[in-house]
């Protein structure tokens, strides 16, 4: 079969389509027939050697996707051959035609769904739903401000903050991206690119501020974001590219809470809750991802720089 090799650390011309053995099905585990490959940022930060999950080389990248059960292995009665499953699978390897998972890691993928709405699902919404519901604990009746709204963790933060009865804030910089944000269930949409943008924000709240801030680029945004707090308002950073400074003042006087996350950290009963919601909230239609652009597995390394360009609207997708 094809997959994306990575053989040394770098950029994303490390990315190799080679020929790999097919892989088969041990204990407890799936093999998958990829549909679709999710792309995430952080598998680019992966890639360059310098994250603090450092995959032993060489390896093949990815843990989202949609496909068919192909074969299953001893102990597994979940899943049989013919069934269609998203996979959730840190380090699995789904740069590839078919991928070998833990049964644990795979999840139905309702008939509502494509395969390219299910390569969509894993990090994404698995990062949003633990920041909402998780860190920040937001409680229906909240406000919630979603910086970055239009990429795929912002627009999985709108539609589930909106389905739990939270007043959803969205920021993007297009008019395409905040259109497609208030389709999701945004109840106030907000262009970061206008001036004094952040008082639009402030009015939308009659302004006594926002009480959940769920941020993409904390290196920009945070010590803005804590002016923006109600009392007893919480930051969780989900994303962040540098350092920034801020002022303690602003989280001191609103009892604030910034509180950092990373979805390696969700443990097995988080992990089950999580994929719960979601394959009832895909089933009832309630959750509908959005892809922005599908490539070929090829031009992996194409993915790889456009999923970090600002402005990307959804999900990017590979298809084998």
Known sequence: MKAIVVHEFGGPEV????????????????????????????????????YAVKPQLPYIPGSDGGGD????????TRFKAGDRVYLAAPGA???????????????????????????ALGVPYATAYRALFHRAHARPGEVV?????????????????????????????????????REHGADVVVSHRAQGYTDEIMKATGGRGVDVIVEM????????????????????????RGRIEINPRDAMSRDAAILG??????????????????????ANGTLKPVVGKELPLAEAARAHEAVMEPGALGKIVLRP
Not at 37 to 49: A, S
Not at 69 to 76: A, D, K, L, M
């Open 15 to 50: 990315l190799k389509l080679e020929s790999v053995p097919d892989p088969t099905a041990g204990a407890e585990q799936i093999v998958v027939r990829m549909r679709a490959i999710g792309v995430n940022p952080v598998e680019t930060y992966m890639r360059g050697g310098g």
């Open 69 to 76: 059960v192909e074969s299953v292995g001893s102990g597994v």
């Open 93 to 119: 390897g789904t740069y590839a035609e078919r991928v070998a998972v833990p049964a644990t890691r795979a999840h139905p993928l309702p008939a509502n769904a494509s395969f390219e709405q299910g390569a």
């Open 145 to 181: 401000l979603i910086h970055g709204a239009t990429g795929g963790v912002g627009i999985a933060a709108v539609e589930l903050a909106h389905a739990r009865g939270l007043t959803v804030i969205g920021t993007g910089g297009t008019d395409k991206g905040l259109a497609t944000v």
């Open 217 to 240: 680029l904390a290196n920009v945004n945070l010590d803005r974001d804590l002016s923006l707090l109600a009392k007893h308002g919480r930051v969780v950073v989900v994303g962040n």
């Open 261 to 282: 996350m990373t979805l390696f950290n969700a443990t097995d009963a988080d992990l089950a809750e999580i994929h719960a919601a979601l394959v009832a909230g895909l």
